[in-house]
């Protein structure tokens, strides 16, 4: 029986942090702030906008300026998404050990569409997997399943020959709450100080050679 294996794309697959980050010191440019360091940004990654304007400016949903600070950042953002932006390494070797074990591959991700796909095709990503979902495909995102569920119906896939791969809590909740199985990427952002043994996903990988293993425990390959 084929298998799909989903993973989420910034943190995961994904080291786009230092392009996310230099972005929030660009709002903080606009303001007279000094930049601020990459690893005091680089955790709040995998919130995107909304994380890294809490951590450039302090400013959260519901701010009088939000709204129109986060339309400048992702303005900012697809002006360079491409230009640090690379896949982890060991990535290359992990997407044709899945395919040429016969199963399919692709990716869910809350970055909003229209930013995930030219990330994915700079990526070389785009002629090997078999489904990209944003933010903003379905009504919900994660830690909603519906992006999940979605993902698995257009590629042809009952939940349970799913699994789920992504560097946040909430991409473990939304595996879950789809009936997919669940792996952290620990070497992502969103694990940073956080006790990711305890979101019970059904395995942790601390670098991208360590997901095969897990990934051939579950298909039982």
Same mark, same amino acid.
């Not at 995998?46 to 304007?53: D, F, I, M």
């Not at 600070?69 to 400048?72: E, G, I, K, N």
């Given at each position: &029986? ?27 440019? !606009? !303001? ?10 680089? /955790? ?5 906008? !909304?994380?890294?304007?809490?951590a450039g400016l302090n400013i959260e949903p519901g701010h009088p300026e939000y709204n129109d @600070?986060?339309?400048?950042f992702l303005n900012d953002y697809e002006q360079r998404m491409g230009e640090l932006t690379t ?16 199963? !399919?591959? =692709? *990716?869910v991700t809350n970055k909003l569409e229209y930013l995930a796909r030219p990330v994915v095709e700079?990526? $070389? ?9 944003? =933010? ?11 992006? @999940?569920?979605? %993902? ?7 939940? $349970?020959?799913?699994?789920?791969? =992504?560097?946040?809590?909430?991409? *473990?909740?939304? $595996?879950?709450? #789809?009936? &997919? ?12 100080? %956080? ?5 019970? +996903?059904? =395995? *942790? #990988?601390?670098?991208? /050679?360590?997901?095969?293993?897990? *990934?051939?425990?579950? +298909?039982?390959?």
């Open positions: &029986m084929s298998k799909l294996v989903l993973f989420d794309l910034d943190g995961t697959l994904a080291d786009s942090a230092p392009d996310l980050a230099a972005t929030a010191n660009l709002a903080r440019e !606009r !303001r007279g702030l000094p930049p601020l360091p990459y690893l005091e940004l680089r /955790p709040y990654s995998t919130q995107g906008a !909304r994380g890294l304007l809490k @600070l986060r339309q400048q896949l982890f390494e060991g990535v290359h070797e992990l997407l044709d050990r899945i395919q040429s074990h016969g199963f !399919r591959w =692709g *990716i700079h990526l $070389g990503l785009a002629t090997g997997t078999a489904v990209v979902v944003g =933010g903003d495909t379905t009504p919900h995102a994660k830690p909603h399943p519906a992006p @999940l569920l979605h %993902a698995a119906n257009q590629a042809g896939f009952h939940p $349970g020959q799913c699994i789920y791969i =992504g560097d946040d809590q909430r991409d *473990i909740l939304a $595996g879950k709450a #789809a009936g &997919m199985a669940t792996l952290v990427a620990a070497y992502g952002y969103g694990t940073v100080n %956080a006790p990711y043994p305890t979101w019970e +996903a059904d =395995g *942790i #990988a601390e670098n991208v /050679p360590d997901l095969w293993p897990l *990934i051939q425990r579950w +298909a039982g390959v």
